[in-house]
Each structure stands twice: as C-alpha cells, then as structure tokens.
C-alpha cells in the first residue's frame, strides 16, 4: 500500500480514494471509501489504453465476470462505470498479502499449511467452474490471503498490456510458467489450464522458486511445455498432488473436487499457525509504515483496523498429513506414557559429555519408529520418593558445594503471581540437538546445567515436551507426582518459556537471523499444583498460549515452521513480581 501521488485523483465516482493499492496491465488500483465509510478497491483503466477496443473490451468483461461468480473466494463487483471514461470498477476491499508478497518475504509454507491452502484455492476454482468461468491466470500474485481464507482477483483481465491486450498471433492468455502447455500452444484455455495453474502456484508456496525457472518469457513457456517442474525438496505427498495437476496432458490432470479430496484437510485454513502469522505480519509491516506525522498513516490505519478486526481468533489446530504421508524424518510416539519408562529413575539422567559440552544434560525422546511425534520427558526427584504425594520435602539447606542438592521449595508469591513475566534478559539456557546420529534420530539433545536453579523443584515433577516433525505446533505439560491423592501442596508458580533458534523483530514478529540469547515467547505463570485434584496435569500449547513482552510491548509467538532448528524450552520458577523469576529446569526439541 502506497500513498497517493500528485497525479492520482482524489475521488473517482462517489468514492474518497485514500491510498494505492497496486498496478496491472491495465490500470491502478486504488484503496478507496465510500460515502458512508466503507472501504472498497476501486481499479480504473489506463487513460494511454482506454481507447484501446479490445482493452475496454476486456475490461468490460472482467465487471461482467466478478459480478456473475458470486463465491466465498471472490471479491463482489459493488459498482461499475463503464459507458464513459474514466473508466472503472469498484469490488469489496480484501484484506491481507499476495500469496507471492507473503512467501517472497517469509518463505515457503510448511507442507501442512501448503496442503491446506492447495485444498483451499481448489475450492475456489470449482466455485468458479461452477458459473461457466475460467480464471484463465492463476498465479501466486492473484491470490489474497485474507484472514478468512484466499481469495481470487483478476480474471484473466489485469495482464500486461505487451503480451495480452495488444496481442500478436499465436499468444495465448495466462503468465508464463503458470501458464498449461495447451494454452502456450493452442490457446486452448478451460478448466484443466487452471488447475495447472493451480499446481504451478502451490509448486512456488511449497519452494519459494518459479515453479519452470525465470527468464525469457518465451524459455519459460518452454520449459512449461517440455520439461518438468521443479519440486525438489518438497513434501512426497504433496509434490506427488502437485505433478499430477501439472500433468502436460489436460485430460490427465484431476478436477478440483479430486484435488480437494486429496488434500484431506482436518481443519480450517483461517485457524492454520503459519496463514494466521503471515496475516499478523502484514498487519504489523502496516503499522509500521503508518509512522508519525506520514501523510498516508490515517489510509493504513483504516486498512489495519479491517485486517485486525476481521481476523479469525480461533486457536489454530493443525492435524496430521493424509495417511500414508508421514512427515519424512518423523521420529516417534504420539502419547506420553503412562507407566514408568526407562528414564524413570531417580534424578536427572545425565549422559557422557561430548567433546566441548561437559556439565550437559541429554533429554531422551520417548520413541517408536514410524509414529508422527517426538515426546522428551525430564523427571526432577524422584517419582516415589517425597511427601508421598503431601508435597515437596522439607529437607535441609544444600551444604555449599553441593550442586543440585535439593532444598525446600521457595515459597510463593503472597499476593499470586503476576499475570506474566518480562523479558529482556539474557538467559544462559540453550538446548541443542546430539550430534550423535543415533541420539538425533530418537531426539536426544543437551542442555548447560550452569543456569539452572533446580534445588527448589519440587519433588516428582514432571515436565514434557512434545513437537511433531515438520509441524508449527508444540506443547508442554506439567505433572505432579501422585497428583490428586492427599492434600494438595503450596503453591509453587512456573512459567515456560519456549525460545526460537533465532531473535524475533519485535515489529514484524518475524525470526532475525541473528542467534536468539532471551527468554522467549513465555506462557502465564501458573501453581504447578493448581490441577491436583482433577489429575494434576496441565498443558501449554504453542503458539497459542505463550506471547513475548519486551518493554511494554506483547508480541505474539511465532509458528514452529517460521524457524527452523534447535528450540529451547525452560521452566521459570515464579518468586515475585514479572521480573522476579529464575530457571530450574530445561529441554526442547528439533525443529
């Protein structure tokens, strides 16, 4: 979103015009109001082309397009003005990046999110076919991602005004490279051209590269027609959907009912972590642009509070890949266990040191092969010992010298805890992966104890940890020994803190690059044993619960897929207010 420019009109129709939105083939599109304050995307044609018969022409038919498809997936025609010049069309404003705008700036999408999005769009596409339309240029910057779900924009109007409006014999419509090779060809152009589309757009979501290179147009097109489309590094099962809706032979390729069966999504894309996070950001790059005294801030303001306030809030709960499309290099069980496991012993299980990590702790991974999940379990005292369930022990002051011998537990907060802890402190807790091929395949990684206060733990708490390879999720438990028998303990406060590989831009919320050295996105304290009686347990999910404050700023955590590497996760005893706090026990997980 740009501001206006001296030579943009300051109204067009009954519409303020308030901002540029972008540029087509054809024209500019404009943010603009209505009188009584409705936000709306208003695109005028190029006065150099307006003249232009097969221009207007074209333009003419786009009107008569969005106003004909009334879909979930479309932006609705709310007025046109076509007998005179200007001329120009007004659709409702949608909210949120370009497909291409969001994964040229954060990436490619994790394979779940991928799936859900190719299911999406294909959906959209049916609801077209459905009123005897064809998009005829489906590309990554004609999707919005708008908070609700994708949206289609530019029928095969909006193209550049050298290869299609003034078109020379031979060309067909379409982008090279997302254009099917019956297309390139014959000018051949139906539903089975947009769903080679539609698998050239999710081959760019999944990579991040033109799905047949870049260059010369006519080279592209080329390789379109002969050669195959680059997938390497993507998902088995969607590369697998993907090749088939790129297939050169149209009447190989599914339909989009096929392609949305096989997607087989278990939850709505509006409530995915990364679609979420990718809507957040834009918002947050928004704000930023709105800076103070800017003459464009009151326009990105009006376009911030729509994208903020028609945000879906529902929790994201991201489910697994179809069967038979496990995540490659998923290492095992789904479930915490329910009896003791071979790491039940007293204590921490403390694993020879490596080369350059003496004092480290191993967290092994509770795993079966070929499950979806990687669980680590660390057990502090020991599950039987103890109060016998009343409780920490009350045993004497460690003698100095005596590291990690245990002492009472700290007592808590007078007034409760605080409703969360600050951050800007360095931490000295860092997880990493083995090294060891053997250990890294069942999860094991090391933790420095010399941060670590664990003397205060109480007896027989456990905590887990448990992310699935390749997902955006993770989630931590907290259990108490022989929760719900006896009287229940004094409060003992905790906060988790999970921290990425990489710093976090307190603005766009998005990984640094830089090495992360804070505590990380962290969840509310809570008393360890405010769940005693109904079973102990109690669990963290992240993203949703957890939420960094720097200086008076919150900042939402990120996806799990936005960062890929060695997570660290540490439990925060909670003595006073949001600054008063100290580590005692860390872990993580492999991302």
Known sequence: ???????????????????????????????????????????????????????????????????????????????????????????????????HGAVREFGPFP???????????????????????????????????????????????????????????????????????????????????????????????????????????????????????????????????????????????????????RCAVDSALATDAHYRSLNR??????????????????????????RENTAVREKAATGPLPAGAAEPGAAAVASAPQGPTPYDGPGLRTVPSRTGRRGAVGFAAVAAVLAASVTAWLLSGQPDGGASGAG???????????????????????????????????????????????????????????????????????????HTTGSDTASVQLRPDKAGRGKRPAPYYVAVGVRPPHGTDPVTGRPTGSVSTGIGFTSKPVDVFSAWSSGGTITFRYPEDFQAHLGGRTLDAIPVGDDRGDWTVVLYHVEGGPSDFTSVVCNGFHA
């Open 1 to 99: 979103m740009d501001e206006l420019r001296p030579q943009d009109p300051s109204r067009i129709g009954a519409y303020t015009l308030i901002a540029r939105l972008g540029a087509g083939g054809m024209g500019q599109v404009y943010l603009g109001r209505s009188p009584g304050g409705r936000l709306v995307a208003v695109k005028v044609i190029r006065d150099e082309i307006s003249d232009h018969p097969e221009a207007l022409a074209r333009f003419r038919r786009e009107a008569a397009t969005v106003e004909a498809v009334r879909s979930a997936y479309t932006a609705q025609l709310i007025e046109a003005s076509l007998d005179t010049a200007p001329y120009w069309l007004a659709t409702e404003y949608v909210a949120g990046p370009t497909l």
């Open 111 to 261: 394979p779940k999110s991928a799936l859900k999005l190719l299911a999406a769009l294909a959906e959209g596409l049916a609801a077209v076919h459905v009123h005897g339309v064809t998009h005829r240029d489906l590309k990554p910057q004609n999707v919005i991602l708008s908070p609700q779900g994708p949206q289609l924009i530019d029928f095969g109007i909006a193209r550049s005004l050298g290869r299609t409006v003034l078109t020379r014999d031979g060309m067909g419509p379409g982008t090279p490279g997302f254009a099917a090779p019956e297309v390139v060809m014959r000018n051949e152009v139906g539903p089975a051209a947009d769903v080679f589309a539609l698998g050239a757009t999710l081959a760019y979501t999944a990579t991040g590269r033109p799905p047949f290179g870049s260059g010369d147009a006519a080279a592209v097109s080329y390789r379109a027609v002969h050669e195959e489309i680059d997938l390497s590094g993507v998902h088995p099962h969607l590369a697998e959907l993907i090749r088939d809706c790129v297939g050169k032979d149209p009447a190989e390729r599914p339909d989009p009912a096929t392609v949305i069966a």
């Open 281 to 306: 950001a834009d918002s947050a790059a928004t704000r930023e642009d709105a800076g103070a005294g800017d003459a464009e801030a009151p326009a990105v303001r009006e376009a911030t509070a729509v």
């Open 392 to 466: 920490p022990t009350a045993g004497a002051t460690p003698t100095a010298g005596e590291k990690g011998a245990r002492r009472p537990a700290t007592s808590a907060p007078a007034s409760g805890p605080p409703d969360h802890i600050a951050g800007g402190r360095e931490s000295q807790d860092h997880w990493t992966l083995s090294d060891d091929p053997a250990q890294a395949a069942q999860g094991i990684g090391f933790c420095d104890l010399s941060g670590l206060d664990m003397a205060s733990l109480p007896a027989g708490l456990r905590s887990s940890v448990s």
